[in-house]
Nanobody, 119 residues
């Protein structure tokens, strides 16, 4: 079982930056791919960014050029550097595992960290 804990959220003004972290613990043989999602009040949870086991990154169009995903596999920590924040980035941000491989179907989510961007 994998346990994920996000941190780094907070309140910033538009144009500011935050760096989210997601610390993983527990054993998995299902690769190191992980993602960030977010959910704003009254809206569905949406994809933000992902990094796969080969280090390939993907981003939602709304955050391209502003957010950067990275991963420290030695520390088992996922990061999301968020620059040029906008009020529409306000949401609860969640990290999740993206399991790959035989017998790997269970997805783990963190509890979330709140990001609030004021105009």
């Amino acid at each position: 079982q994998v346990h994920l804990v996000e941190s780094g959220g907070g309140s910033v003004q538009a144009g500011g930056s935050l760096r989210l972290s997601c610390a993983a613990s527990g054993y998995t043989h299902c690769g190191t791919g992980m993602s960030w999602y977010r959910q704003a009040p009254g809206k569905e949870r949406e994809f933000v960014s992902a990094i796969d086991s080969n280090g390939r990154r993907s981003y939602a169009d709304s955050v391209k050029g502003r957010f950067t995903i990275s991963q420290d596999n030695m520390k088992r920590t996922l990061y999301l550097q968020m620059n040029s924040l906008k009020p529409e980035d306000t949401a609860m941000y969640y990290c999740k595992t993206d399991p790959t491989g035989w017998g790997c179907s269970v997805v783990y989510w963190g509890q979330g960290t709140q990001v609030t961007v004021s105009s």
